[in-house]
T-cell receptor, first 112, second 109 residues
Framework: DAGITQSPRHKVTETGTPVTLRCHQTENHRYMYWYRQDPGHGLRLIHYSYGVKDTDKGEVSDGYSVSRSKTEDFLLTLESATSSQTSVYFC???????????FGSGTRLTVV | GIQVEQSPPDLILQEGANSTLRCNFSDSVNNLQWFHQNPWGQLINLFYIPSGTKQNGRLSATTVATERYSLLYISSSQTTDSGVYFCAVPTSGTYKYIFGTGTRLKVLA
């Protein structure tokens, strides 16, 4: 989606390895979010950020960490990937005064 | 925490038909969003609708916050309307949105 880019788009990794997903925005929005999407669960919030170096946990944060060292980048790290973390990961951004989200195109992660 | 339920879970329509999708939530909210996920996985924001009614072309949405539900209306459906429709509401006092499990819509030509 214009203004928000996720990388990589697809990744296959082995159990136990660390993995970092990147979300990059050019909209200068304050809020950034990481969601995972699994069949039967809809989208579930992992972590979100309300400013540089300001982050908070979501519904399913165990096994994940995040960092936001500058406004435009929000990184999601799986510290030691497990098969249960196989999923599609979406990043979203929003402005404080306009709460509507814009989503990235997603990253499909497979842990084997 | 707040619970979000959507109905029906699946819906099949003939092109040109109208439909209503429902979103119920368990606690009072001060805003709500509707999203469409197309068959290629892209999520698009349809409406930000904390209360009242909004319209955008063939789509409209109504939220009755006091009764804890929102409705999404699709009129004269087209095959491009196929996909999954999600509603999302924030947990109290935060920007953490909780999503429903969605309504999967298939429109047949």
């Amino acid at each position: 989606d214009a203004g928000i880019t996720q990388s990589p788009r697809h990744k296959v990794t082995e159990t136990g390895t660390p993995v970092t997903l990147r979300c990059h925005q050019t909209e200068n929005h304050r809020y950034m979010y990481w969601y995972r999407q699994d069949p039967g669960h809809g989208l579930r919030l992992i972590h979100y950020s309300y400013g540089v170096k300001d982050t908070d946990k979501g519904e399913v944060s165990d096994g994940y960490s995040v960092s936001r060292s500058k406004t435009e980048d929000f990184l999601l790290t799986l510290e030691s990937a497990t098969s249960s973390q196989t999923s599609v990961y979406f990043c979203a951004i929003s402005e404080a005064t306009r709460i509507d989200y814009t989503f990235g195109s997603g990253t499909r992660l497979t842990v084997v | 925490g707040i619970q979000v339920e959507q109905s029906p879970p699946d819906l099949i329509l003939q092109e040109g038909a109208n439909s209503t999708l429902r979103c119920n939530f368990s606690d009072s909210v001060n805003n709500l969003q509707w999203f469409h996920q197309n068959p290629w996985g892209q999520l698009i924001n349809l409406f930000y609708i904390p209360s009242g009614t909004k319209q955008n072309g063939r789509l409209s949405a109504t939220t009755v916050a006091t009764e804890r539900y929102s409705l999404l209306y699709i009129s004269s459906s087209q095959t491009t309307d196929s996909g999954v429709y999600f509603c999302a509401v924030p947990t109290s006092g935060t920007y953490k949105y909780i999503f429903g499990t969605g309504t999967r819509l298939k429109v047949l030509a």
